[in-house]
Nanobody, 123 residues
Framework: QVQLVESGGGLVQAGGSLRLSCAASGRTFSNYGMAWFRQAPGKEREFVAAIRWSGTRTSYADSVKGRFTIGRDNAKNTVNLQMNNLKPEDTAVYYC????????????????WGQGTQVTVSS
């Protein structure tokens, strides 16, 4: 069992930055692929970014590539999402997720989920 707790969400103006963090506890964090997903009101949950267990490989949705950066610190059991140049369309609840398998862009690959943190970008 893995428990995930997100933090760092909030309200920011367009063009601003936020840094989300996800703290993991339970089984060996360094064995898990990690990802961030988001869900806007009335929309399906969508992939944002993912990182391999070792941190050596990452993947990003086209909509955030060049603006968001995912990173992890296996010593601290945390995964972060640095979000720069935020846009109103980035407004959503952001979820951290973990998989014991290979990191993936598919939400179906992830067994463990956090409760989410709200990000609101005003225009």
């Amino acid at each position: 069992q893995v428990q995930l707790v997100e933090s760092g969400g909030g309200l920011v103006q367009a063009g601003g930055s936020l840094r989300l963090s996800c703290a993991a506890s339970g089984r060996t964090f360094s064995n898990y692929g990690m990802a961030w997903f988001r869900q806007a009101p009335g929309k399906e949950r969508e992939f944002v970014a993912a990182i391999r267990w070792s941190g050596t490989r990452t993947s990003y949705a086209d909509s955030v590539k060049g603006r968001f950066t995912i990173g992890r610190d296996n010593a601290k059991n945390t995964v972060n999402l640095q979000m720069n140049n935020l846009k109103p369309e980035d407004t959503a609840v952001y979820y951290c997720a973990a998989t014991s398998g290979y990191y993936s862009r598919s939400l179906l690959a992830y067994r463990y989920w956090g409760q989410g943190t709200q990000v609101t970008v005003s225009s």
